[in-house]
């Protein structure tokens, strides 16, 4: 019952693997690669085969893949555990050759970034935003999206969000906020909800800094400043983000941001909807 959980390709099914078990994974062939997707994240354990034994979970990568050959060695068995309970979705093994279209190799997330995305929550980044990814993906530009919200009551979304954004070529893996989703339709009406998760506006400021001081992006692109369809967390992400590029090169502002990455200056910020020197994105173009 437990393989046949792992094996079904179904991202709605899991197991619950208990600290310190074992899970033996064997095959007729050598495996060389090693892709497990996880429920709501990765935990640290160990791979070991042939006497041998290597990190996972390090990157905290939803859907992580290990290149055996790379790692360790080629093998018929291979042995997991992990340092602490953990969800495991599904579990792919893979002989020598190409692997499947559906496996997704992230990497972790931009030292530096050239463009840096705040999308509010995981789908806004296709639904306002889509073009704008792959266009400049296509210019070897390093490409950054950080989420206002988070989905951690929602792994489907997560899993989503992940298969949207390496569909179109985003291979950095992105940042999740801090701030529980939650609708409004207006500015206070999102203030109201951050102050029932007990989440102030300025720990959401905070947040941004930190976020464009550590990946230092050229520029920075936010939401309509009405929200798109006037949703009220997209409304208050636009409205922080104003305040944030200017506060990342403040030092005087949240110390702790400061002195892990300094202060930084964006040299653009850009809108969606902006009414102001408008710029049209040329989507037409494959």
């Keep these: 019952a437990i393989s046949k959980k792992v094996r079904d390709s179904k991202e709605s099914t899991y197991i619950t693997i208990d600290k310190d078990s074992k899970i033996t994974i064997t095959s007729e062939e050598d495996i060389y690669g090693l892709y ?7 935990k640290t354990g160990t791979l070991s085969c042939n006497g041998n034994n290597t990190k996972i979970g390090q990157n905290h990568f939803l859907h992580e893949y290990v290149n055996i ?3 360790l060695s080629p093998s018929r068995e291979l042995i997991l555990t992990y340092d602490e ?3 495991i979705v599904d579990i792919y093994v893979f002989n020598n050759g190409d ?13 530096v970034a050239d463009l840096l995305l705040f999308s509010t929550h995981s789908d806004d980044e296709q639904l306002f935003f889509l073009g704008l ?8 530009a390093y490409v950054q999206v950080v989420y206002f919200a988070h989905h951690n009551d929602n792994p489907k979304r997560l ?3 992940l298969h949207g954004l390496y569909e179109i070529g985003i291979r950095n893996y992105p940042i999740m906020g801090i701030i529980p989703d939650a609708y409004s339709t207006t500015l206070n009406g999102a203030i109201s909800n951050l102050k029932t998760a007990n989440i102030t506006e300025e720990d959401a400021l905070k947040f941004q800094v930190e976020m464009i001081r550590k990946f230092k992006p050229k520029v ?15 409304i208050l992400n636009t409205y922080l983000l104003k305040q944030a590029i200017h506060k990342a090169n403040d030092s005087s502002f949240d110390e702790n941001s400061y002195n892990k ?5 964006i040299s653009k910020l850009y809108l969606h909807l902006y009414e102001q020197n408008q710029i049209i994105m040329d989507y037409d173009t494959p």
């Design 220 to 234: 920075v692109v936010g939401h309509d400043e009405k929200g798109e369809y006037s949703h009220g967390q997209h």
């Design 85 to 87: 309970n953990v969800k």
């Design 99 to 111: 692997l499947p279209e559906f496996v997704e190799i992230w990497e972790p997330s931009c030292e």
């Design 261 to 265: 990455y300094g202060n930084w200056q």
């Design 159 to 161: 899993h989503e969000q």
């Design 69 to 71: 050959e790379n790692e």
């Design 133 to 140: 990814l792959p266009t400049y993906v296509a210019r070897d």
């Design 36 to 42: 497990i997707i996880y429920e709501y994240s990765s």
